[in-house]
């Protein structure tokens, strides 16, 4: 599977950015989609995840009720909504693909997309 982020850019706090994740290739059901995001200086940390069959979603307390991921199996496309956004949510973001149950792990990840900027100003 080969992933394709996009939908980064230069928004004003408060504001709201839509990430997307194509993905090509066949997605298994028992398949975790994430995004993690990366800020200069600092270590890869999860943002989200989704499960690919039954759609269940997790969160970074960071991030929750400010960010909702979701799924489209018929585009093979995960989307990572983004509201209300602080300029500590400037990082690069970068959607990935496991079979582990360990999800929250990056290193568990198999599958990268290339990040995606997302910049926040204040």
């Known amino acids: 599977v080969q992933l394709q982020a996009s939908g980064g850019g230069l928004v004003q706090a408060g504001g709201s950015l839509r990430l997307s994740c194509a993905a090509s290739?066949?997605?298994?059901?028992?398949?975790?989609m994430g995004w993690f995001r990366q800020a200069p200086g600092k270590e890869r940390e999860f943002v989200a995840a989704?499960?690919?069959?039954?759609?269940?979603?997790y969160y970074a307390d960071s991030v929750k009720g400010r960010f909702t991921i979701s799924r489209d199996k018929g585009e093979n496309t995960v989307y990572l909504q983004m509201n209300s956004l602080k300029s500590e949510d400037t990082a690069v973001y970068y959607c990935?693909?496991?079979?582990?149950?360990?999800?929250?792990?990056?290193?568990?990840?198999?599958?990268w997309g290339q990040g995606t900027l997302v910049t926040v100003s204040s």
């Open positions: 990935g693909r496991t079979s582990s149950s360990s999800f929250k792990i990056w290193g568990e990840y198999t599958n």
């Open positions: 290739g066949r997605v298994y059901s028992s398949s975790v």
């Open positions: 989704i499960r690919w069959g039954v759609g269940n979603t």
